[in-house]
């Protein structure tokens, strides 16, 4: 695999690349520091502890799009040094058969998940010691593992007018008009 450390104002793209860890590697991409990491086409595979493990300091980024993360044993954790705050955006990616989970978040840190699909792993997504995970009503999840929130996706019915629906904690759902101001 790979480690990168990530200035505060850096921004690092990572494209088109093939991460093989044979079953002994341990991550396939490490991103520490504080700046922006972009995983763009990408397929992560085959590493005994995550595919994308964010251990950044406060306020890291990582944007992981149209990757495969695969047969793993944690696809994405996000867990910032000392429980500062990371975030994780993955879209229109797939997580599959990742032994333990495809995502992990922990502490303060958030996963936003958007046009993904994730199977074949015991555990969709792992939530610990206060993590987050928020995934937008678009993305396939099979087996365990329920993201906190569903985010449905909407288009507005009439001018300056949108249904919102919110997920409640105990599994109700809640729907509302709301107007919309400039």
């Known amino acids: 695999g790979i480690v990168v450390t ?3 104002t850096d921004k690092v ?14 991550d396939g991409i490490k991103m520490i520091g504080t700046g922006k990491l ?5 397929t992560i595979r085959n590493f005994t502890i995550t595919g994308v493990n964010v251990v950044g300091t406060a306020n890291a980024r990582v944007f ?5 993360i695969t047969g793993n044993n944690i696809g994405v954790n996000v867990n910032g040094i000392g429980g500062v705050p990371n975030t994780a955006f993955v879209e229109h990616s797939v997580f599959e058969n990742n032994t333990t989970a495809a995502v992990q978040v922990e502490g303060a840190s958030t996963v936003v998940l958007s046009g993904s699909t994730i199977t074949g792993s015991p555990s969709s997504i792992i939530e610990t010691n206060g993590g987050s995970a928020i995934s937008y009503g678009n ?7 329920a993201p906190t929130q569903t985010l449905p996706l909407f288009k507005p019915r009439l001018p300056g007018i949108m249904r919102c629906t919110f997920s409640e904690g105990d599994g109700r759902t809640v729907s509302a ?5 400039d």
């Open 13 to 26: 793209l990572l494209e088109g690349l093939d991460f093989e860890g044979l079953g002994t590697g341990l």
């Open 38 to 42: 972009f995983i763009r086409k990408c």
């Open 64 to 68: 992981v799009e149209g990757s495969v």
């Open 6 to 8: 990530v200035g505060a």
């Open 139 to 145: 993305n396939l999840l099979r087996n365990a593992g």
């Open 177 to 181: 008009l709301a107007k919309l101001f």
